[in-house]
T-cell receptor, first 116, second 115 residues
């Protein structure tokens, strides 16, 4: 089974609709992230969370909100979707190593969102 | 200022030839650098990282990367390319201080290995 799962994998919605993307992980990592990927722009950070009580805005948080329901669950919401939020969305996790080193991230398979 | 740059949108190389995918960084202090690969319709997969120590880092699938502090570069290399290496490659850097760090990604380089 995949360590980082995302639901749904594909979603088509209309302008103005509220939509939630969900991420779950079984890696036991404290840190979780939401990114969006657009052609030519790479991955841009939307929100990140270091633990259940610590949520931080990334570089493109406007129009998005998040909820960290548990260590293993991190949801991304679009309160009122607009067409320029059409993108590929990725959830990722990382660990705080025992030596204090920052380890690599583990990514989910992505959610392809289309806003009409 | 951009923290990490991948100057090439696409790199084409013949199968069996060596490949290089370029990455330069701009962060204060000691950089923590990463390479990831993305195959079609998949999430990103970790390839290798530089935290400290030897400037030549070896990773998955025969890839390696060379950290060069004076040139602020972390180029990805492979001695002999395979058609199956064709994918989108991302360089990333950890940015920020302890407790507030985050990862910044480059725009990606599409590698095409020609048979």
């Amino acid at each position: 089974d995949a360590d980082v799962t995302q639901t749904p994998r594909n979603r088509i919605t209309k302008t103005g609709k509220r939509i939630m993307l969900e991420c779950s992980q079984t890696k036991g990592h404290d840190r979780m992230y939401w990114y969006r990927q657009d052609p030519g722009l790479g991955l841009r950070l939307i929100y990140y969370s270091f633990d259940v009580k610590d949520i931080n805005k990334g570089e493109i948080s406007d129009g998005y909100s998040v909820s960290r329901q548990a260590q293993a669950k991190f949801s991304l919401s679009l309160e009122s979707a607009i067409p320029n939020q059409t993108a590929l969305y990725f959830c990722a996790t990382s660990d705080w190593g025992s030596t204090g080193t920052y380890n690599e991230q583990f990514f989910g398979p992505g959610t392809r969102l289309t806003v009409l | 200022a951009q923290s990490v740059a991948q100057p090439e949108d696409q790199v084409n190389v013949a199968e069996g030839n060596p490949l290089t995918v370029k990455c330069t960084y701009s962060v204060s202090g000691n950089p923590y650098l990463f390479w990831y690969v993305q195959y079609p319709n998949r999430g990103l997969q970790f390839l290798l990282k530089y935290i400290t120590g030897d400037n030549l880092v070896k990773g998955s699938y025969g890839f390696e990367a060379e950290f060069n502090k004076s040139q602020t570069s972390f180029h990805l290399k492979k001695p002999s390319a395979l058609v199956s290496d064709s994918a989108l490659y991302f360089c990333a850097v950890r940015k920020g201080t302890s407790g507030t760090y985050k990862y910044i990604f480059g725009t990606g380089t599409r590698l095409k290995v020609l048979a």
